[in-house]
């Protein structure tokens, strides 16, 4: 098989792999409720100072009103809490409740398994190849969103 083909394949394998494998890290014990989107959303709000909601829609690349959908299922659930901006009590913020922060932990355990299993046996020149290769990859898919295929 040549290059293009194999990289086409792991590639492909390896984005399937990742979602489903990410769907079952998060539906572990106490987070049965949570989906891949709802921790997605969990990680961009972050375990520190309260975020107001368009930082967090565009650090997900989504329009505030889905984001609104997304909080008001998390806040229901407990993950998440709303309060007004002192300076500004027209802003909304969102901030983690405890259960929100160990779910925070959980999955950041889980990130750090994957980076740990994918750095094994590396040399710091091969992690730093790696490093490029993965950058490339995040390039194009970020212009993705700005051109179109043809």
Known sequence: M???????EVLVRLFRDINAIEEQA?????????????MHVIEAIDIHEPKNMTS???????TTGTLTISVNGLVKKGFVERTRSEEDRRVVLVSLTQKGRKA?????????QMIDAVVEGLTPQEQEILEKALRNLNQFFRGIGKTTLS
Do not use: C, M
């Open 26 to 38: 998060v539906r572990t014990g106490e987070y049965k409720e949570l989906s891949v989107n709802d």
């Open 104 to 112: 925070f932990a959980q999955h950041s355990r889980f990130h750090q």
């Open 2 to 8: 040549n290059l293009n083909a194999t990289l086409n």
């Open 56 to 62: 967090v829609a565009r650090a997900l690349s989504v």
